[in-house]
């Protein structure tokens, strides 16, 4: 988890029993996403982030590379809590201009088989009716590749833009997501029974009426009395992402996630962080493992060890130290524009991702100091909240593979540098190297991304809260 790993020599031979890494690629419908400054790199084509021939290019360059899926995240605001404003933000092209992550994926799964998409959208700001629908229809339209990654918003600015004076509370939203989910669970899971279309030319009966059934919701924030208006998909429930690791997060994970994304600067922090998931979900009578754990990297490679410093070296030049400020204010809801350069971070309070606050509070440098707002800059500037492991294909699988054991990770979400020069590199010198140790899968398992995931089939398991809500489970509860 160093920016400069040292190289080390490795067995070659391959285990049948090595436990595989996974991996997915953390995009977002923007310029230069978690590396600011990057898109000025003749290599980067995220520019380009508004033609769906980036898109359609990308998701078939996971596909070789056998990726889990693309994890595409959003926010419905700009980052100006930086200065109080989001002039940096827009100069420095920081998650702004940003487009809807949602329009992208049917032209993805078009030209793809097996990729999955993780869909980033809020609790905060839509409905939850209409937003049932819109994930039940690419549910149908990628054949069950759908997961949406739940997230509750952090942003002030997006408050605003919604009517609001200022984001609800940490935990409060939180609150108000989990009767998202049990308003989404309902329509998804308990309104249309499997068989409720018959399709039947003979009587001229599509839909049996007797077999859709209202969910009337009736709750503290949402009243949904209806039907849900599509048809059971394959998966019925996308499979859920969360990337909260905040205590009430992870709570929220253990009772919903079947994937979730983290960051931690150091193996201790991760290893901490896996471990209080691990537990979280048996205290909420799940196993352990029902849920991937991927931990955010950048991977930054070539040939040779020296090939890819030269490399970081290179991306460092371009990398743009007030646009990784202007998002770290963002993240951690404090304006880093306050404080000296070199002073220290020290503990702050955070109603934004509390998880991202702690860490880089605890965050120390070699001497044991913790970072001042320097030290953030320069280690965020590329990758954002995680670290970012250099080195050659040999240095870096085995770098992987030893995270892995250390931190019981399943996987890791790929952050870029450029795009999609960061990916291929990978592809190209990574993955050959974990699968000579039996580390990688060499094809996808067929079916549903839940099943890929898990191996238990298209739905829900029975121990999953959402599991429930199927039509006749609570009467029969």
Known sequence: ????????????VSDPKQRQIRFNAFDMNCVAHQSSGLWRHPRDRSRHY???????????????????GIFIADVLGTYDVYGGTNEAALRTGSQVPVNDPILLVSAMASVTEHLGFGITAGTAYEHPYPFARRISTLDHLTKGRIGWNVVTG??????????????LSHDDRYDVADEYLEVLY???EGSWEDDAVVEDRETGVFTDPAKVHPIEHHGQHFDVPGIHLSEPSVQRSPVVYQAGASPRGIRFAAENAEAVFVGAPTIPQLAATVGKIRDALEAAGRDR???????????????????AQAKYRDYLSYASAEGALVLNSGWMGVDLSQYDLDEPLGNIESNAIQSAA?????????????????????HTAIGGLGPVAVGSGSTIAQQL???????????FNLAYAVTPGTWEDVIEFVVPELRARGAYPEEYVEGSLRHKLHGRGDRL????RGAQYRVGARATA
Do not use: C
């Not at 493992?289 to 090939?307: C, G, H, K, P, S």
């Not at 398991?461 to 999953?464: A, F, L």
């Open 186 to 188: 309902k329509l998804w």
């Open 1 to 12: 988890m160093t920016r400069t790993p040292s190289p080390r020599s490795v067995a070659t």
């Open 461 to 464: 398991p029975d121990e999953h």
């Open 154 to 167: 952090y942003l002030p600015s997006a408050a605003r833009n919604m009517g609001q004076t200022d984001q």
């Open 358 to 378: 702690a860490n880089l509070s605890a965050a120390t440098g070699e001497d044991g100091s913790n970072w001042t707002v320097r030290d953030i800059a320069e």
């Open 50 to 68: 508004n033609q769906l021939s980036y898109w359609t290019d990308l998701a078939q360059l996971l596909e070789r590379g056998r990726f889990d």
């Open 401 to 411: 593979i030893d995270i892995q054991e250390q931190t019981d990770v399943d996987g």
């Open 289 to 307: 493992y029902a849920a991937r754990v991927y931990t955010l990297l950048t991977v930054i490679t070539d040939e040779t060890d020296e090939a």
